[in-house]
């Protein structure tokens, strides 16, 4: 994750959002900052609710939403969302957001040109209206007293607002006059901007500047900013694949996507697996696994390497005393806790499951819910992701162990790769 975007209401969250969705972006809203975020998004967007609030109890929401990002050095970019015409605790919130992400200067840029909201001379314009004048001055929850800008802010803050003119942001010394800025105390500046390619000046100035920064905005800011602010890099994320089946055919699937040299190969000792304390099998096993798949190499996790596998099933049962039943429930609850341990310590691109059994299994160890089918790889074989559990954006493959032809993993390895890739 490259961006967290912090907004006061739903919709405001979702107009900037899709600036940066629309260049590609991975863009997961969150509609509180009290909800899990999902794995491998590029940007996202906590909405806090907190417009109407008091301007202490919106300081403290912004503070709770953005504690858990802001810790390490790695932390990503942050980005408050504010409304264009400044209702709600706009100083109070940026104030909150400086602190978390310790920010030394905050960039306020918060006009729309195409929706008609300027910024010009330090004060907000809606379709050249100064704000005071219009519609949003008896909001009936959140009314504007004033359409100068570092007014508003200042009535929330103490941090020093500055102003730079729309002169300065045309004169090429734009990045100039911000860093002089930056070298001073913390500071908030307010920038005008009349046009779309005033925004883009602005964004142009961003990485150039070393001072730590707070981007504050609307949907114009947003726009305009360089992909490189919030898209991660696109590497292929290798797929793991569960091969709990003995079919046959499952298992020259196996072979022929091996001898293509598409995955590595972890062989399981399925006695092992029943053992009455299996916790060290399974820990070398997902542990084989995960070194695999940090070379970014897919992974089969395999029960039966031949047709002497198969045969040993009854010899099994009669030396454990278990039912075939008894005993596959054994072996699939073991890979199912596997796969979860594999996912918790790295990153994968999606998962392949082969016989029903194992597909359960894997589903109830991650906390899935169901099972949403978006595709279909090849006859009979869907891609979808699972509900609710610790992968919900994660393709996931099902197959029966008799289904498809030799070429079926290697096409679904494809399948996957391409899916990643276009995200």
Avoid at 402 to 416: K, S, V
Wanted: glycine share 8%.
């Amino acid at each position: 994750m490259k961006m967290v975007v912090i907004a006061d209401d739903f919709t405001g969250a979702n107009d900037t959002g899709v600036q940066l969705a629309k260049k590609g972006a991975r863009i997961d809203v969150l509609l509180s900052d009290q909800h899990k975020p999902a794995r491998g998004c590029d940007v996202l967007v906590i909405n806090t609710e907190s417009r109407a609030l008091t301007p202490d109890d919106a300081r403290q929401k912004v503070l709770t939403a953005l504690q858990p990002f802001c810790g390490s050095a790695d932390r990503p970019v942050v980005y408050k969302k504010i409304d264009s015409t400044f209702r709600g605790n706009v100083g109070a919130e940026i104030e909150a957001a400086m602190q978390a992400s310790g920010a030394q200067l905050a960039l306020i840029a918060a006009a729309i040109p195409a929706a008609g909201r300027t910024t010009l001379q330090g004060e907000c314009r809606v379709f050249d209206v100064p704000l005071a004048e219009t519609e949003y001055a008896s909001d009936p929850k959140t009314p504007i007293l004033s359409s100068h800008i570092r007014t508003l802010i200042e009535a929330q803050t103490r941090i020093p607002v500055y102003e730079v003119d729309l002169a300065v942001v045309r004169s090429g010394r734009l990045a100039e006059r911000l860093a002089a800025l930056g070298h001073q105390e913390r500071g908030i500046v307010v920038i005008d901007a009349v046009q779309e390619s005033d925004l883009a000046l602005l964004a142009q100035c961003l990485p150039h500047l070393t001072t730590s920064l707070l981007l504050v905005g609307a949907a114009g800011f947003a726009n305009a900013l360089p992909a490189e602010s919030y898209l991660s890099d696109r590497q292929r994320l290798p797929v793991l694949v569960v091969a709990g089946s003995m079919s046959e055919v499952t298992r020259q699937q196996i072979t022929f996507a091996q001898q293509e040299e598409l995955l590595g190969i972890v062989d399981i000792d399925v006695e092992a697996l029943l053992l009455e304390d299996a916790t060290h099998a399974c820990q070398q096993i997902a542990g084989r696994a995960i070194d695999m798949l940090k070379t970014r190499r897919h992974c089969a996790l395999r029960t039966c390497r031949d047709s002497d596998e198969r045969r040993r099933i009854e010899q099994l049962c009669e030396t454990m005393q278990l039912s075939r039943q008894q005993l596959g429930d054994r072996i699939s609850q073991a890979l199912g806790e596997i796969t979860l341990r594999i996912i918790t310590h790295t990153q994968i691109g999606g998962l392949f499951l082969t016989g029903g059994d194992i597909a359960i299994a894997v589903a109830r160890a991650l906390g899935a819910e169901g099972y949403r089918i978006n595709a279909e790889v090849a006859p009979c074989i869907p891609c979808g992701t699972f509900i609710n559990s610790e992968i919900d954006d994660l393709p996931v493959i099902t197959k029966a162990g008799g289904f498809g032809c030799q070429t079926t993993l290697r096409d679904a390895l494809y399948f996957i790769e391409e899916m990643y890739s276009g995200k």
